[in-house]
């Protein structure tokens, strides 16, 4: 690999890092708030964190792309992580969004729920790229 695309991929990882941090501390940390204004804050954050989590992980596909003319070489245990990886995704950005939309005609109840969820998914996306990373 060149030193050119090995920074490359440093850079997108620098990327995916910070949001995988968004996400799981976004969500957890609203857990724990009960403040309306810092949910909505923290929702804000997570969100940025998933969409940061989704365009850095196609950028990883495109990166190998460019430079080897296919997209990487998985399968296996690494391609159910992915699948996972990816509904995760879908599903948080879908469940953010909602909550910002309309959380506050929500009882309290369904708004802890959704960071329950979004904790969840957090979670569950950040263990699956563990064997997403070791089995490819």
């Known amino acids: 690999m060149s030193a050119a695309q090995n920074l490359i991929y440093a850079s997108v990882q620098?990327?995916?890092n910070f949001g995988a941090v968004?996400?799981?501390?976004?969500?957890?940390?609203?857990l724990w708030l009960h403040d309306v204004v810092a949910r909505r804050r923290l929702a804000m954050v997570s969100l940025a964190g998933w969409l940061?989590?989704?365009a850095s992980g196609a950028t990883f596909g495109m990166?190998?792309?460019h430079y080897h003319r296919q997209l990487p070489d998985i399968s296996g245990v690494a391609t159910?992580?992915?699948?996972i990886k990816m509904m995760c995704a879908i599903l948080a950005i879908l469940l953010l969004a909602s909550y910002l939309?309309?959380?506050e005609?929500?009882?309290?109840k369904s708004r802890n729920q959704t960071w329950v969820a979004a904790s969840l998914l957090g979670i569950s996306a950040l263990s699956a790229a563990v064997f997403l990373r070791w089995f490819s």
Request: without cysteine; neutral net charge.
């Open 22 to 30: 968004a996400v799981v501390g976004g969500s957890l940390s609203a």
């Open 63 to 65: 990166v190998t792309f």
């Open 101 to 103: 939309q309309k959380a």
């Open 14 to 16: 620098v990327v995916h």
């Open 105 to 108: 005609h929500w009882q309290e």
């Open 52 to 54: 940061m989590q989704a």
């Open 80 to 83: 159910y992580a992915l699948g």
